[in-house]
């Protein structure tokens, strides 16, 4: 069961920022590539290939293995979030003076502080002498 009170960062704003960081480094990263590819002419360019060291090799691998893991493991996070977000919960609301309880059904996206919506798409405002209790099914 629990009690709402002040919401705090959701995981999807956390997510969606660590998001838009990495974007930024892969646009710089994409913007200094095409910047060193301008500046050498195509004649030195051909000069200066060469083989990658095997420490070169490894550590190219391990950055691509750590952008995939990366990537994965953001998708798997925002799917949990989904589901937790359009769980459909019972909410309890309880006057504090009489004890008086009234229960409804919504989804966990519609459920504020101070009043929710209904699976039947009712809204319910809550008065400050009451509480909302959340209690999955």
Known sequence: MV????RHLTTKRMIL???????IIVAIVIYLRIKNASVTSP???SLQKKEPTENEKMFRQGAYLFLVF?????LVVMYFELGERYATVR???????TGERTSYQAEQQHIKSDHFK???????FVADIERI?????
């Open 17 to 23: 920022k660590i998001l838009f960081t990495l974007s």
């Open 3 to 6: 009690i709402i009170g002040h």
């Open 70 to 74: 990366m990537v994965i493991s953001a």
């Open 118 to 124: 209904t699976l039947k798409g009712r809204t319910v």
């Open 133 to 137: 209790e959340i209690e999955p099914e």
């Open 43 to 45: 004649a030195t360019r």
């Open 91 to 97: 909410v309890h609301v309880i006057n504090t003076q």
